[in-house]
């Protein structure tokens, strides 16, 4: 989701919002991912229609922005090259079973 806010309010809320859904890839052990390219796409698409969108309710985008916020659903994981540039894995969607032993072990040695 990405929210366009152009004033402080109170309580806080968006001037213009836009959403875009993205495709998740899932497999029979119960690894769930998502393309972090896809990712990167989906939120200049987003970001795009907001603005389309404030433009045309009339809100003045070219004359300056106080905030564009990127959110997603939730805790998704990414690891990106510093000399590429480049995603290392595709992202872990929070949904992802594979660490469920390491945070139970954590979580006994914690409590």
């Known amino acids: 989701m990405c929210l366009l806010g152009q004033s402080i309010k109170k309580p ?32 200049r698409i987003c970001m795009s229609k907001t603005i389309d969108k404030a433009t045309v309710d009339g809100y003045n985008v070219d004359g300056g922005l106080k905030a564009i916020g990127l959110t997603n659903q939730r805790e998704t994981t990414v690891v990106w090259s510093k000399s590429t540039g480049l995603h290392l894995y595709n992202a872990i969607v929070w949904m992802d079973v594979r660490t469920n032993s390491i945070c139970r072990s954590i979580s006994l040695f914690i409590h």
């Open 12 to 43: 806080p809320a968006p001037d213009s919002f836009s959403k875009t859904k993205m495709p998740t890839q899932l497999d029979l052990t119960r690894w769930v991912e998502h393309d972090p390219m896809e990712i990167l796409e989906s939120m």
